[in-house]
């Protein structure tokens, strides 16, 4: 009598093919999770960066000075406060006077105007050396050099970012190793 080959895995091939799985994957979803903080932090750093620039862009564009700022819970004032992590405000600020007066839906020439407001870092904290930033028409700072700092909450490793906006108004990005 002829007997036919069965196909299949043995019980050993297939254990011996989780142990192997298991292991990779034990040393691969950490490293993941590492690639995950660092681009959500990259990806926070950026987006205060680009608010940064669309400040001082309008500054320039306006012939006016515009102003950064830690906003306040409602994202609608400055707060005053060091700590941007709540989010923050662009407005064109004609008066010189750190103070959105009025004008919050139109940006005519004759008033202050919101032009941009951005929510906080998500769990991460974000904060300064200066609760604004105040850009001249010439795309200058008023008050730089200034240093901002962004660190993920439970930060390892190289998940802390230093913003520095120079008097010229360039901004630039540095990774850090996390500080407690």
């Given at each position: 009598?002829?007997?036919?080959?069965?196909?299949?895995f043995?019980?050993?091939?297939?254990?011996?093919?989780?142990?192997?799985?298991?292991?990779?994957?034990?040393?691969?979803?950490?490293?993941?999770?590492?690639?995950?903080?660092?681009?959500?932090?990259?990806?926070?750093?950026?987006?205060?960066?680009?608010?940064?620039?669309?400040?001082?862009?309008?500054?320039?564009?306006?012939?006016?000075?515009?102003?950064?700022?830690?906003?306040n819970?409602?994202?609608d004032?400055?707060?005053?406060?060091?700590?941007?992590?709540?989010?923050?405000?662009?407005?064109?600020?004609?008066?010189?006077?750190?103070?959105?007066?009025?004008?919050?839906?139109?940006?005519?020439?004759?008033?202050?105007?919101?032009?941009?407001?951005?929510a906080?870092?998500?769990r991460?904290?974000?904060?300064?050396?200066?609760?604004?930033?105040?850009?001249?028409?010439?795309?200058?700072?008023?008050?730089?050099?200034?240093?901002?700092?962004?660190?993920?909450?439970?930060?390892?490793?190289?998940?802390?970012?230093?913003?520095i906006?120079?008097?010229?108004?360039?901004?630039?990005?540095?990774?850090?190793?996390?500080?407690?």
């Open positions: 009598m002829y007997m036919e080959r069965q196909n299949g043995t019980l050993v091939e297939l254990l011996i093919t989780i142990v192997v799985v298991s292991v990779l994957l034990a040393t691969a979803i950490p490293s993941f999770m590492q690639f995950v903080k660092n681009n959500r932090i990259t990806s926070q750093a950026n987006s205060f960066v680009v608010s940064t620039q669309m400040a001082r862009n309008e500054a320039v564009k306006r012939g006016a000075g515009t102003t950064l700022c830690a906003a819970a409602d994202l004032d400055c707060s005053g406060s060091t700590d941007w992590s709540t989010g923050w405000i662009a407005f064109s600020d004609l008066n010189r006077d750190g103070v959105i007066d009025a004008g919050t839906e139109a940006c005519l020439e004759t008033e202050d105007c919101l032009i941009n407001t951005v906080g870092p998500i991460s904290t974000l904060t300064a050396d200066s609760s604004s930033i105040r850009f001249l028409p010439t795309g200058h700072t008023a008050n730089g050099p200034i240093t901002l700092t962004l660190k993920a909450d439970d930060c390892e490793y190289k998940q802390e970012r230093s913003i906006i120079t008097a010229q108004g360039h901004t630039s990005i540095t990774e850090k190793s996390c500080t407690p």
